[in-house]
């Protein structure tokens, strides 16, 4: 007890919580700048089913800033900020007013993400900013696409995922058929919508899955790469699975069902699906990682 008391009551930390002082006017002032911008979205799109993810990656992004401020402040100081800030404050501010003036909310959280780097370089430098760069570049999924990039993608995973569920009812037995995107099961005809198994889904997996790789921190570089590589083929799986819940919901306890209430526990079902299956492909990389060094010991000896 002793220890963990002089470790969390060092000057180290004194400082840090001095700091915070020092930074308070720079977040009152963002705050005054973005708490219409956040009114909107939490009114706008941030209460649709596609981008219900946008709050939670602004959430998860300051407390990765929190947990990783106390080692940007030990290893920064202040003499170490650059004049370089001075030119990306200006273009964020540009950028925040052309937001603002047209309702570009992308350019309104892009000006965001580009004012918080600007302060950072200002009070600490480049080594802040590297310090502190997952939680800038995790920022970036809660910024809405171009919409016509949006259909132009989602189309072709909507036709994949509707393929899948397809076959996979179809060889357990359940009368099913799909022309395009809409699926027709006994009675019921189900159109695959683009909250279910779009390009915003499958961003918002990403981000859950590199989420997760910053939090454990593993240490092998083929493990971090390949368990990267492989959410993709995992958030597919997880919007299959989503579909066929909502399809056998549909099913057995008809249309209302299947879109009320259990329509948006299937949302719970699609992220759980994904965090079970990187849980899962993440042990099978352990276990292959583990698997070669013991090779490489034998060989060795």
Same mark, same amino acid.
């Given at each position: ?89 200006? @273009? !964020? =501010? $540009? #950028?925040?007013?052309?937001?603002? &003036? ?7 959280? +892009?000006? %965001? ?113 390949? @368990? !990267? =590589? $492989? #959410?993709?083929?995992?958030?597919? &799986? ?7 819940? +909502?399809? %056998? ?53």
């Amino acid at each position: 007890m002793a220890t963990m008391s002089k470790t969390f009551s060092g000057p180290g930390v004194a400082a840090w919580r001095g700091g915070l002082a020092e930074w308070l006017p720079l977040a009152l002032g963002l705050l005054a700048l973005y708490l219409p911008t956040l009114n909107f979205l939490l009114h706008g799109i941030w209460a649709t089913e596609e981008q219900a993810h946008g709050p939670i990656i602004l959430a998860l992004s300051l407390w990765l800033m929190w947990r990783a401020w106390p080692a940007m402040w030990a290893r920064t100081r202040p003499e170490h900020g650059t004049a370089a800030g001075w030119p990306l404050l200006l @273009l !964020a =501010l $540009l #950028i925040y007013v052309v937001g603002r &003036s047209q309702q570009l909310i992308a350019a309104d959280l +892009l000006s %965001l993400i580009l004012l918080l780097m600007a302060c950072l370089l200002l009070k600490r430098g480049w080594a802040a900013v590297r310090l502190l760069w997952f939680p800038f570049f995790f920022m970036l999924f809660m910024v809405p696409l171009p919409a016509q990039l949006v259909i132009t993608l989602t189309m072709p995973m909507k036709m994949a995922v509707s393929y899948a569920v397809e076959h996979l009812l179809f060889a357990a037995g359940y009368p099913i058929a799909r022309t395009g995107v809409i699926l027709q099961i006994g009675q019921y005809q189900l159109l695959v919508a683009d909250a279910c198994a779009g390009l915003q889904t499958l961003l918002s997996l990403e981000a859950l899955g590199l989420f997760y790789l910053n939090v454990v921190r593993h240490t092998a570089p083929l493990r971090n790469i390949a @368990l !990267a =590589l $492989l #959410i993709i083929p995992i958030s597919f &799986s997880a919007n299959v699975v989503r579909v066929i819940v +909502l399809t %056998l919901v549909t099913y057995y306890l008809g249309d209302a069902a299947g879109q009320g209430f259990l329509h948006g526990f299937a949302g719970m079902v699609l992220f759980v699906t994904a965090l079970c299956l990187i849980l899962l492909t993440d042990s099978v990389l352990q276990w292959c990682v583990r698997l070669r060094a013991a090779r490489k010991g034998q060989v060795a000896a």
